[in-house]
């Protein structure tokens, strides 16, 4: 029994730790939106983010999100941002410091997901202003980043 178990827990021990695939960041993404322009106001949720790769590990972000009309409240950021495993969070700041904003990345965009407590101006943002959503990645090229 014990014999087993040893060879089990030696197995285990010795397989390789699988390295999760690397996606480079860099690059310009447009939010997947169903917004529609009527009498030209834009109505419904646009947004795009721009990310600078400093290194494997750390990038520069820029968001920016805009809910449309009739308001047209927007909200944005632009940090320098921890990047592991292919993710990284925003942590507000002493504005909002419940705000959390995760970039999950992959080959075709990014996954943002926002927390916070105050629903109505979390992270900073404007009135209802939520970046929560998908966002393609539309160039590889390194952006000037802009806030």
């Known amino acids: 029994m014990y014999k087993i178990l040893s060879a089990i827990l030696f197995c285990i021990a010795a397989s390789p730790v699988t390295a999760q695939h690397y996606v480079n960041p860099t690059g310009i993404y447009k939010f997947v939106s169903k917004a529609k ?57 002493q504005d909002d410091p419940t705000c959390r904003i995760k970039l999950t990345f992959n080959e075709a965009g990014i996954k943002v997901t926002q927390k916070q407590a105050d629903l109505n101006f979390g992270c900073g943002f404007g009135h209802g202003v939520f970046a929560d959503g998908f966002y393609k990645k539309r160039s590889s090229k390194t952006p000037i980043l802009r806030h």
């Open 37 to 93: 322009q009527v009498q030209g106001d834009t109505y419904g949720t646009t947004g795009d983010i721009q990310v600078k790769a400093i290194s494997r590990s750390k990038i520069v972000v820029a968001l920016s999100v805009n809910m449309g009309a009739p308001a047209y409240n927007s909200g944005g950021l632009l940090d320098t941002l921890q990047y592991v495993n292919n993710t990284s969070v925003y942590i507000g700041g």
